[in-house]
């Protein structure tokens, strides 16, 4: 088994298992999971049980914020609700500030907010009565309470919903309450299970900054499927597949690494298509073409090289650009979305 484990997991990912194992007590990380581990039981299914989260260790340091990305079916909300104690682990470990969630559940929930995949909220309160609600169960004084629930109802943006029920909110409204539910009394780690999901655009980009101003005041953990929303926010993200943890690292680490290189883009007229991609290939022997439209758009993919660079391929266009006679291209380096798509489809 360990065999195959190693072939799954990146050396990065290898790397932290290492050092999160090599701890004997709880290690100075803010949030470490060590093996952590979850089993559901299934009655229809006639093996009995389904392998959600797979030996996880991971640990996060004060002031990061981690994205745990990956497909539906991944194993993201069990590992939240894992850590968040808010389902009992099969095998494993977790910690928080190093307290154990199991042991010292009581002291970790007092420090952490958490905000689940479902808006955890009731039809018929309002957003008001509902931070109410949460702020007397964290223990704040009902003295303290309008003016913090102001404070939440303004940076959140439901000020004006304030005194609605959350039963007539669209599904960003209810996602920004669930979010002020879980900053109510300064946590010192969030947990935000895709935070985003169902806004449109707009609200989603504010959302994000929302997230942004939180991150730098605590640890902030998240669940996203949107490769676009952990460049935006996360310094660290672990790809997830099946279970377990396939990749780690910042987005430029995961892009110099599993990135497919470069994408070049070139717009000219169709009958100068024959020079250029003689062009290409004497200059770029390992450019695979990918797209080749009658409009005049050709584009090519190019593997990562030791010699290649952005700037040896923009020097080599602009210095050809004339004499092929290239309306316009542009060079981009491949984007996350393709790493992620290129790793969460390994499993298969
Ligand atoms: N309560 C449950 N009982 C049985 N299986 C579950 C339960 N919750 C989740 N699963 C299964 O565990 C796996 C991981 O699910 P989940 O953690 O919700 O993934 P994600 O949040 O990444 O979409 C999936 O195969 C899912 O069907
Ligand atoms: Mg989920």
């Known amino acids: ?35 952590l581990t979850k089993r559901y039981k299934t009655k229809g299914n006639s093996r009995g049980s389904i392998l959600a989260v797979d030996k996880l260790c991971l640990g996060i340091p004060q002031g990061q914020c981690f994205g745990f990305l990956g497909v539906n079916g991944a194993g993201k909300t ?22 154990d969630v199991v042991t010292q559940k009581t002291e970790v929930r007092k420090r952490m907010g958490y905000c689940p995949q479902f808006d955890p909220l009731f039809d018929r309160m309002t957003a008001r009565e509902h931070l109410w609600m949460y702020a007397r169960i964290r223990g704040i004084h009902k003295e303290d309470i309008p003016e913090k629930t ?22 960003g409204n209810k996602r920004k309450l669930s979010l002020a539910l879980a900053l109510i009394g300064e946590p010192s780690v969030v947990f935000l ?6 806004m449109d655009p707009v609200s989603r980009r504010f ?3 929302v997230i942004a101003e939180v991150s730098t005041k605590c640890c902030v953990i998240l669940t996203t499927h949107s490769m676009e929303e952990c460049e935006a926010l996360c310094s660290r993200i672990g790809i997830m597949v099946s279970g377990t943890l396939r990749c780690l690292g910042s987005v430029q680490h995961l892009k110099a690494r599993f990135g497919k290189g470069y994408n070049l883009e070139a717009k000219l ?20 073409q990918v797209e ?3 409009n005049g758009i050709l584009r090519y993919e190019m593997p990562r090289t030791k010699s290649l660079s952005l700037a040896s391929i923009f020097g080599l266009m602009e210095k050809n650009k004339g004499v092929l006679e290239i309306r316009d291209y542009s060079v981009s380096q491949s984007s996350l979305e393709q790493v992620f798509i290129q790793i969460a489809q390994q499993d298969d």
């Open 78 to 99: 069990t590992t939240l609700k894992m850590i968040t104690g808010d389902i009992d682990s099969s095998y494993g470990n977790a910690y928080v500030m190093g307290m």
């Open 150 to 171: 102001n404070r939440l109802l303004e940076t959140v943006g439901l000020t004006i919903y304030a005194d609605i029920p959350a039963g007539t909110y669209s599904g």
């Open 269 to 288: 007229s169709p009958e100068k298509f024959e020079r250029f991609e003689t062009f290409i290939h004497g200059h770029f022997a390992d450019a695979i």
């Open 193 to 198: 299970d895709e935070p985003s999901s169902g």
């Open 1 to 35: 088994e360990r065999r195959e484990r190693d072939m799954k997991e990146d050396v990065d990912v290898v790397e932290e298992r290492k050092r999160i194992l090599g701890f004997l007590g709880s290690s100075k990380d803010f949030v470490c999971v060590r093996n």
């Open 292 to 294: 080749k439209l009658s």
């Open 207 to 209: 959302m994000w900054d």
